[in-house]
T-cell receptor
Framework: SQKIEQNSEALNIQEGKTATLTCNYTNYSPAYLQWYRQDPGRGPVFLLLIRENEKEKRKERLKVTFDTTLKQSLFHITASQPADSATYLCALGTGGGNKLTFGTGTQLKVEL | GAVVSQHPSWVICKSGTSVKIECRSLDFQATTMFWYRQFPKQSLMLMATSNEGSKATYEQGVEKDKFLINHASLTLSTLTVTSAHPEDSSFYIC?????????????FGPGTRLTVT
C-alpha cells in the first residue's frame, strides 16, 4: 500500500541547533516533493519544492534533500529559533493535475 | 503575493442544514483550486480538485452530492456541505495553484472550522 511517513513524535531541539525532519514514502513515484509549515488552526504555508531530478535545494536557513532511491526526503532548519516551532508537512506531487498527497506531519519545538 | 482567503473562518450549524465556504485568490488567478479536510492531529486529505469553468473531480470516497463545489471564476471557488451532520465537523482548507507559477506549488487559505451540532 502507499504510505508517506513522517516522525509521529514531536521533535524537541535547543535554539541554535539544526533540526532535521524525515519524510519516507513507499509505493509512490513522485515527480516532486514539497515541504509546508502549519501552525495550529491555520492552513499550511509553502516552504520548498524539490523535483525528482534534484538532489538538494536551499532557501535561507532551510535545506531539503531528495533521494529517490531511498525514497526519502530530509528537511533541515539551521540555526533554529523558537519561532520555527510548528508542524512541518511533506507532500508528494503524484498523479496528474498537480495533486498533492500529504504526510501526517512532524511537530517541531525549539526551546530556549 | 499569492494570498488565499477563506470565509467564514469558523461556523457552527445545526444538523441537516447546509453551509457554504468560500475560497478566494486575492492577488492572482487560480487555474485550479483544491479542497481538503483535516481532522485533529491528522494530515490533510484531498477531497476534490476544482478547475474554473468545469466540474470538480472528487477523490474516491467523497460524496459529490454532499460536498458541492463550484468554481465560477479564476478567483473564487465555493464548497457547500449539504445536509450537514456531526461527522462532517472538521477543518476545511482550500488551496490554489498559481497560473504560470512553478508546477505543483500551492497556496493555502487559512481554513474554515466547521462544527455541526
Amino acid at each position: 500500500s502507499q504510505k508517506i511517513e513522517q516522525n509521529s513524535e514531536a521533535l524537541n531541539i535547543q535554539e541554535g541547533k539544526t533540526a532535521t525532519l524525515t519524510c519516507n514514502y513507499t509505493n509512490y513515484s513522485p515527480a516532486y516533493l514539497q515541504w509546508y509549515r502549519q501552525d495550529p488552526g491555520r492552513g499550511p504555508v509553502f516552504l520548498l519544492l524539490i523535483r525528482e531530478n534534484e538532489k538538494e535545494k536551499r532557501k535561507e536557513r532551510l535545506k531539503v534533500t531528495f533521494d529517490t532511491t531511498l525514497k526519502q526526503s530530509l528537511f533541515h532548519i539551521t540555526a533554529s529559533q523558537p519561532a520555527d516551532s510548528a508542524t512541518y508537512l511533506c507532500a508528494l506531487g503524484t498523479g496528474g493535475g498537480n495533486k498533492l498527497t500529504f504526510g501526517t506531519g512532524t511537530q517541531l519545538k525549539v526551546e530556549l | 503575493g499569492a494570498v488565499v482567503s477563506q470565509h467564514p473562518s469558523w461556523v457552527i450549524c445545526k444538523s441537516g442544514t447546509s453551509v457554504k465556504i468560500e475560497c478566494r485568490s486575492l492577488d492572482f488567478q487560480a487555474t485550479t483550486m483544491f479542497w481538503y479536510r483535516q481532522f485533529p492531529k491528522q494530515s490533510l486529505m484531498l477531497m476534490a480538485t476544482s478547475n474554473e469553468g468545469s466540474k470538480a473531480t472528487y477523490e474516491q470516497g467523497v460524496e459529490k452530492d454532499k460536498f458541492l463545489i463550484n468554481h465560477a471564476s479564476l478567483t473564487l471557488s465555493t464548497l457547500t456541505v449539504t445536509s450537514a451532520h456531526p461527522e462532517d465537523s472538521s477543518f476545511y482548507i482550500c488551496s490554489a495553484r498559481v497560473r504560470d507559477r512553478e508546477i505543483g506549488e500551492q497556496y493555502f487559505g487559512p481554513g474554515t472550522r466547521l462544527t455541526v451540532t
